[in-house]
Antibody, heavy 121, light 110 residues
């Protein structure tokens, strides 16, 4: 049974870089049939897709975040990571890692529990 | 990419059927049969309920169904139950490597 677990600091200062890791268990992150993704949800607001990554390192990002976001993968640790640079209060959110699937990796069938990241000095 | 438009809230009595709409454009909902729906209970991660417009994952009740007409997709919950009370989000494939979520709908069981 596939499980995903987010980890990282819960508090980040404005202008700094937010860094989170998603650890995958119960399956290999190197599976040829799957990408891995990040989604976030500001408190009391809706879901926002951030981006996806293939085990080979191929990425796709939401255009509005692309300039500040980097998603990477570490197959040796069965993990993938998210970095968001130059954060502001608007980046405060629950961050979820998830597995996108489908012909265009356009829906998510497994999700982590989510981790709240607050941007504040 | 603008968020897909959903009603802020929909309510119904137990046993009734309700429909949640999700309106986009010809560049997303109307252009592809790649709409999915998620149920999110308070404090929990979203759960996939429908994918590719009308397909249900294993384990999801057949009281949940999806459809699409033009630029609008719909989620119908039949035989509404108290346990269906949650937030529901649609999402659609939008273009090469882009995904867009809906604004979300709070479903209340009266």
């Amino acid at each position: 049974h596939l499980q995903l677990q987010e980890s990282g600091p819960g508090l980040v200062k404005p202008s700094e870089t937010l860094s989170l890791t998603c650890t995958v268990s119960g399956g290999s992150i190197s599976s040829i049939s799957h990408y891995w993704g990040w989604i976030r949800q500001p408190p009391g607001k809706g879901l926002e897709w951030i981006g996806n990554i293939y085990y080979s390192g191929v990425t796709s990002y939401d255009p509005s975040l692309k300039s500040r976001v980097t998603i990477s993968v570490d197959t040796s640790k069965n993990q993938f990571s998210l970095k968001v640079s130059s954060v502001t209060a608007a980046d405060t959110a629950v961050y979820y890692c998830a597995r996108p699937t489908g012909i265009y990796y356009h829906y998510f069938d497994y999700w982590g529990q989510g981790t709240l990241v607050t941007v504040s000095s | 990419q603008s968020a897909l438009t959903q009603p802020a809230s929909v309510s119904g009595s137990p046993g009734q059927s309700i429909t949640v709409s999700c309106t986009g454009t010809s560049s997303d909902v109307g252009g592809y049969n790649f709409v999915s729906w998620y149920q999110q209970e308070p404090g929990k991660a979203p759960k996939l309920m429908i994918y590719d417009v009308s397909n249900r994952p294993s384990g999801v009740s057949n009281r949940f169904s999806g459809s699409k007409s033009g630029n609008t997709a719909s989620l119908t919950i039949s035989g509404l139950q108290a346990e269906d009370e949650a937030d529901y989000y649609c999402t659609s494939y939008a273009s090469t490597t882009t995904l867009v979520f809906g604004t979300g709908t709070k479903v209340t069981v009266l």
